[in-house]
Structure formats: C-alpha cells, structure tokens
C-alpha cells in the first residue's frame, strides 16, 4: 500500500525509486508486534494462549532487529540486484 506513494515522491524528489520501493516493501512485512498484521499473529492472540502484553513484547524486538537489517542489508541486496 505504501509502495505507489513512494515511488512518485521519489521520483519526484530526482532518486531512483527501486531503492525506496524495495526498503517499503521489506519494511512492510515486518509488522509483528501487533496481534492482526500475520495471520499467524492472528491465529496464537485469537486462541488466547499468548497474551497482548507478550505479543507485544517479543514483537518489538522482532521489529526492531527487522529495521536494523533492513538498513545493513539492503546496500548490498541491491548491489547484487543491480550488478545482474
């Protein structure tokens, strides 16, 4: 949802856009810190093994190492990509 707004400002802002579009997109799949992004998410909240407050939690840290390797990462996923 966020990538076709990103690639327009991008483009407007004179950068190429594979590089925002694809951070957006990696970005994007990082949502678990919520009970309701991953139907997997979903599914351990809805059966009530697994409180909010633990989700909550764990998935924080989840997010937080997601964003750290997003920022490492993808330099160098992009200059395989680009290097093809």
């Known amino acids: 949802m966020i990538v076709p707004i990103i690639v327009p400002v991008a483009i407007a802002a004179g950068i190429d856009p594979f590089v925002p579009a ?3 997109t990696f970005a994007a799949s ?6 309701v992004p991953t139907p997997q ?3 351990v909240y809805g ?8 989700t909550i939690r764990s998935g924080a840290s989840f997010d937080v190492l997601g964003a750290i390797l997003i ?12 290097d093809v």
């Not at 920022?71 to 680009?82: A, Q, R, Y």
């Open 22 to 24: 694809l951070a957006a």
């Open 71 to 82: 920022v490492v990462l993808l330099p160098g996923l992009i200059d395989l990509v680009l």
């Open 30 to 35: 990082f949502g678990f810190m919520l009970s």
């Open 47 to 54: 059966s009530g093994v697994v409180p909010i407050t633990k």
């Open 41 to 43: 998410n979903a599914i």
